[in-house]
């Protein structure tokens, strides 16, 4: 529970990506959103059910564990300062 604050987005399309293809399980253009959070309460947590794509990370860790895309960085800096950006990222593949 805490104040919810919108960050921005990106947008990743594939329009202009020959490789494409229209029957995959990826959509054609697709968005991710980001939000940050005003934690008010942080109750324990032990990673002991999570799956090996979705784990809890402490900001520290991130670039240990996410290092594929710059945004990503952008994203947890902006949620850290807590200064929304509003902003939606376009990325053609």
Not at 23 to 41: C, N, R
Not at 70 to 90: D, R
């Amino acid at each position: 529970m805490g104040n919810i604050n919108y960050i921005g987005a990106i947008e990743v399309s594939h329009e202009v990506n020959p490789l494409f293809n229209s029957d995959s399980k990826y959509p054609l253009i697709g968005y991710q959103m980001f939000y940050s959070m005003e934690i008010q309460e942080c109750l324990p947590f032990l990673r002991e059910h999570e799956t090996i794509s979705r784990i809890w990370v402490e900001p520290q860790e991130v670039p240990y564990v996410i290092n594929d895309h710059e945004f990503a960085h952008i994203v947890l800096q902006a949620a850290l300062s807590n200064k929304p950006s509003n902003k939606i990222y376009k990325e053609s593949m």
